[in-house]
């Protein structure tokens, strides 16, 4: 493959990037609210009671991680779409790459080989990530319901009924979440409100709290792929010689006063194409945004 090269020179926020995440964010929304509502539908109250253990170990997480793999094939696209609008990105903004088959869109060729096999090999890890992570702050939250459900004297075995209507309004909840939902029951139990109204309370709270987790994973977990198709892009480039081996990275945050501190300390930094970018606000380093949930930074690369 030959390549020519210009260099760019105008720096802007890659809103492109945020476009590709935010089409595909109702997708992994709905993976992860299908994976919450079968592994539900899936747990047997009879082997929760008697698997309980404190750790919720008769719920069906077999189903929720099965049904959360689906998510692979969407982050997929995610990264594909992805690295096709940063090559498009780059033509625009004046780094020509330009294939030797001059029919061929001139992204084409690197999208191409993106696809296979390292833009897969990216997907799968991030959605492995993805479920690793899910699964295991729901296992928490579980976990911590449970537990605050015996230190007030009820046992999984002779209040059955009343810990799984507990456990079925926070499933799929983180343990923030579960605690307040807990709290919010328990306040209302206190207030003397009728048992029926109170579980009705309880479950609207909670599929409110369902429905803004589900968001919010979704729009992590595409712009975490759609970060990464970028990235793949411009490693491949970098391998192709298309760009050179020192080329800088720079962080962009949101120019707006939405920014959070982390991001605030990231924003104009700069970082090799496989570097770390250093947050003098927290010490942490980080190899590429979203540096927290619902961060909306992003990287653009950085020429003189
Ligand atoms: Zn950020």
Redesign the pocket.
Known sequence: MAFLVRKARRVTQPTYLHRVADRHVPAVRAVFLTAVERAWAATDPQQLAIQHDFAGNGIAWNVFDAELDRSLDVLRLVVRDAAAAEVRSLNRRGLRIIAKQEDDPPWLTLVLDLLNPEAILFAARSANLFRQNLTQQTQQAIRAIIVRAQQRGLSVTTQQAEIMELLEAVFGLNERQAIAIDNLRLRLVEGGMAEARIAERVRAQAERYLRARALMIARHETMVAATGGQHAIWQQAADNGILAPDQQRSWL??GDRR??P??LS?DGLMAPLNGTFLSTYNGVAYAG????IS???SLSLAFD
């Open positions: 945050a949101a920014v959070c982390i991001c990231l945004p979203p540096s927290h961060c909306r930074c």
